[in-house]
């Protein structure tokens, strides 16, 4: 899988072949405004259950993290699994992430 992520927000995901599955609308987003951007994606192997193939973490410039269940079987699909905001910690917004599989 790949994902890909506009400065809108709008996150896209690919299957190794370059087809589309879906895409994750942003939360929200205006014109200009490029807080809702990606900063960070990360797929990771799930472990949430069967009917979901991985785990796609997306950390956005205005310090949002959304975690999503995503599935690329016969029917793609995913589902919002956790959000936090790292904006209290972090008011000058995030720019890039890295991700450490111990934590």
């Known amino acids: 899988m790949l994902a890909y992520a506009d400065s809108t927000g709008t996150v896209h995901l690919?299957?190794?072949i370059g087809s589309e599955l879906f895409l994750i609308p942003?939360?929200?987003?205006?014109?200009?405004d490029f807080s809702y951007a990606a900063a960070g994606l990360f797929l990771l192997?799930?472990?949430?259950?069967?009917?979901?193939?991985?785990?796609?973490l997306v950390i956005t410039y205005g310090g949002g993290l959304r975690s999503y269940l995503?599935?690329?079987?016969?029917n793609p699909s995913f589902q919002e699994n956790h959000r936090?905001?790292?904006?209290?910690h972090?008011?000058?917004g995030i720019t890039s992430a890295v991700?450490?599989?111990v934590h």
């Open 14 to 16: 690919f299957d190794l």
């Open 26 to 32: 942003p939360v929200v987003s205006f014109p200009g």
């Open 45 to 56: 192997e799930c472990t949430a259950g069967v009917q979901w193939s991985a785990e796609l």
């Open 70 to 74: 995503v599935s690329v079987g016969a």
């Open 84 to 88: 936090f905001s790292f904006s209290t």
């Open 90 to 92: 972090y008011s000058h």
């Open 99 to 101: 991700y450490h599989p």
